[in-house]
């Protein structure tokens, strides 16, 4: 974050104050050889890289990333990996990796890649509704960024029991993402049993990314999108929306909560 001098008018008249923005880095990303550009909140960047590569197929442990290398100027950041198989794996899942999708493009292009197989992930026992509950109030308590600024997403990783495992923040929801996944994979941790809860709406290519992964439940505080509902129920993976205290909608996989039968 950074500390800008603004005018600010208020009851009648304006005043200088200071206000905390939310900076944002130009990351390019490249590997073997493909390219990629993106905005991106400038930290938790190699945990988004192994998140991102993870989450979208093409690294299944992160030794598969054979070389990687990060250097920053200003607010520019070139990543350079060498991803074992890569270029074979770009023409398996066809897709333009000009860019790394952020989903506010039309959602049937980032759905069934050529090449893409999942399995459901089902959470090993009933989930505990007051506990998804409370997952909204823990997260709330981790959001200082977003208060300060208005301007940050979150995504949190918590176990079956509701337990914080990690966070992430950025200034683009997916990538938020990206950085939780990238976190535990870098850390030798496990997908099972655990709850990734989001600020951000629900979109198809954020339910792929969770079957990747093997995370068996998928919650916001926002709305899903239709095929995001569509795929979930394809694999019996649990949906939540609008989880709020004390309330939340169940869009797929109801049968893996307790009290629902």
Not at 23 to 46: C, G, R, W
Not at 103 to 132: N, Q, Y
Request: hydrophobic fraction near 40%; charged fraction near 30%; include cysteine.
């Amino acid at each position: 974050m950074s500390r800008l001098r603004i005018v600010r008018w208020i009851g009648g008249k304006f005043e200088k104050v200071d206000d905390l923005v939310a900076d944002e880095a130009f990351l390019h990303l490249e590997m073997n050889s493909t390219a990629v550009d993106t905005l991106i909140t400038p930290e938790q960047i190699k945990e988004f890289v192994y998140g991102n590569l993870f989450s979208e197929g093409f690294i299944a442990k992160p030794e598969e990333v054979l070389k990687y290398s990060e250097k920053r100027k200003g607010s520019d950041i070139v990543v350079k990996t060498d991803v074992k198989d890569f270029d074979k794996k770009e023409l398996k899942f066809r897709r333009n990796y000009g860019v790394i999708w952020t989903d506010c493009v039309s959602e049937p292009i980032a759905i069934r890649r050529m090449g893409d197989k999942f399995s459901s992930s089902k959470p090993t026992r009933k989930i505990d509704p007051k506990v998804l509950s409370d997952i909204s109030l823990e997260a709330a308590k981790n959001s200082d960024l977003y208060r300060s600024t208005g301007a940050y997403h979150y995504s949190y990783l918590f176990d079956i029991d509701g337990k914080l495992v990690t966070r992430a923040w950025d200034i683009s929801r997916h990538n938020t993402v990206d950085k939780v996944i990238g976190h535990v994979f870098l850390n030798g941790g496990s997908f099972v049993d655990t709850i990734l809860f989001t600020t951000g709406r629900l979109t198809s290519t954020l339910v792929l990314k969770a079957l990747r992964c093997g995370i068996p439940v998928v919650a916001s505080k926002g709305a899903p999108l239709k095929t995001a509902v569509e795929v979930a129920r394809d694999y019996d993976l649990a949906l939540v929306g609008f989880l709020r205290r004390g309330r939340f909608n169940i869009y797929s996989g109801a049968s893996h909560f307790g009290g629902t039968d």
